[in-house]
């Protein structure tokens, strides 16, 4: 069935360092991913997405990467700053009819000083 | 612009009342969507909208009931909710569906006592 997956819950890094997000997918007919930033009592917020045509895109401090073989994607934030703290979720849109967005379950980053 | 506003911000009712959460957008999207999401949970997809007919429900209980006004409007009337309905509820948009970008609101917080 679709599912998309976090590999942790929790990630704590020192301010200044890189941190890695990773994310697990089921299908294989996915053809979009999505990741999104969600502060403490606000909605989630999107950060950068990739198409399946596609095994890197950059942004501002922010690449993610596809790994199609494995079926997996990262997240990687260069020189995590406080303000990063957050649940980070990816989302997979999955074809074969379906108009959805499938979240994974969340990984919380802290940042710490 | 990449704003999707919702009212109210915090919502409580009683088991009997009748509400409305309400959502726009003014991006010229045609896909608009509505997510429950419990604490420390991804969200959950409950219904889409596409060209403001609805086509995706999640097997939402009936006292949910979406309503699509207009290509810029989407709400959610609420009746005889159950406490365990209690949770943020979370609008979004995208161009035409989920294989584009969509975009979240800040959420209603709804408590039902």
């Known amino acids: 069935g679709e599912s998309v997956g976090l590999h942790l819950p929790t990630l704590s890094v020192q301010e200044g360092d890189n941190s890695i997000i990773n994310c697990a997918y089921s299908?294989?007919?996915?053809?979009?991913f999505i990741w999104y930033k969600q502060e403490s009592g606000k909605g989630p917020q999107f950060i950068i997405d990739?198409?399946?045509?596609?095994d890197k895109r950059q942004g501002q401090r922010v690449t993610v990467l596809l790994n199609k073989t494995v079926k997996h994607l990262s997240l990687q934030i260069a020189a995590t700053q406080p303000g990063d703290s957050a649940v980070y979720f990816c989302?997979?849109?999955?074809?074969?009819?379906?108009?959805?967005?499938?979240f994974g379950a969340g990984t919380r980053l802290a940042v710490h000083p | 612009d990449t704003e999707v506003t919702q009212t109210p911000k915090h919502l409580v009712m009683g088991m009997t009342n009748k509400k409305s959460l309400k959502c726009e957008q003014h991006?010229?999207?045609?896909?608009m969507y509505w997510y429950k999401q419990k604490a420390k949970k991804p969200p959950e997809l409950m219904f889409v909208?596409?060209?403001?007919?609805?086509?995706i429900n999640e097997s939402v209980p009936s006292r949910f009931s979406p309503e699509c006004p207009n290509s810029s409007l989407l709400n959610l009337h609420l009746h005889a909710l159950q406490p365990e309905d209690s949770a943020l509820y979370l609008c979004?948009?995208?161009?035409?569906?989920?294989?584009?970008?969509?975009?979240f609101g800040p959420g209603t917080r709804l408590t039902v006592l």
């Open positions: 979004a948009s995208s161009q035409y569906g989920s294989t584009d970008t969509q975009y």
């Open positions: 299908n294989s007919a996915s053809d979009y």
């Open positions: 990739i198409r399946s045509n596609m």
């Open positions: 989302a997979g849109a999955f074809s074969g009819g379906y108009n959805k967005l499938i």
């Open positions: 991006m010229g999207h045609r896909a």
């Open positions: 909208y596409s060209y403001e007919k609805l086509s």
